[in-house]
């Protein structure tokens, strides 16, 4: 696992979740990989146990980057519980529905911090008694 796409403990859940990084990058390419790294993670997980963060907080995006986005998203339906998307505004608020349209997602929410989207994935998902 790379340093951008691995999991990382959800301190309000006691779970861990996905964190798909995929910020602060200079160019709409520098993503590719990560955004492929992070379809054979969740490709290897049991059908509903993932929950995701993804983090796309200043990074560019052209036409490449949206449709790997859009097949990441249609790829994870049957693994992922809920996906947390920090960093959608203007523009790709518009991208981020339109992902959800063409995937059939509805379990995805746009989250001001890593903070609001642990808190928003806890909620997501049952905890467990064992």
Not at 21 to 49: C, M
Not at 57 to 81: I, K, M, Q, T, W
Not at 99 to 110: F, I, P, Q, V, Y
Request: hydrophobic share 40%; proline share 6%; glycine share 4%.
């Amino acid at each position: 696992m790379s340093n951008r796409v691995r999991f990382i403990p959800n301190q309000q859940s006691g779970s861990h979740v996905l964190l798909i990084d995929l910020s602060d990058f200079s160019r709409p390419v520098d993503s590719l990989p990560h955004i492929a790294a992070a379809r054979t993670l969740v490709g290897e997980q049991p059908h509903k146990s993932v929950c995701c963060i993804v983090d796309i907080s200043g990074s560019p995006y052209n036409v490449e980057v949206v449709d790997a986005l859009n097949d990441l998203a249609s790829h994870n339906r049957p693994f992922v519980v809920a996906s947390a998307i920090i960093g959608v505004t203007g523009f790709k608020r518009l991208i981020m529905e339109s992902a959800m349209k063409l995937s059939g997602r509805t379990n995805l929410k746009a989250v001001p911090s890593r903070e609001a989207a642990f808190e928003w994935l806890a909620a997501q998902t049952p905890r467990s008694d064992s």
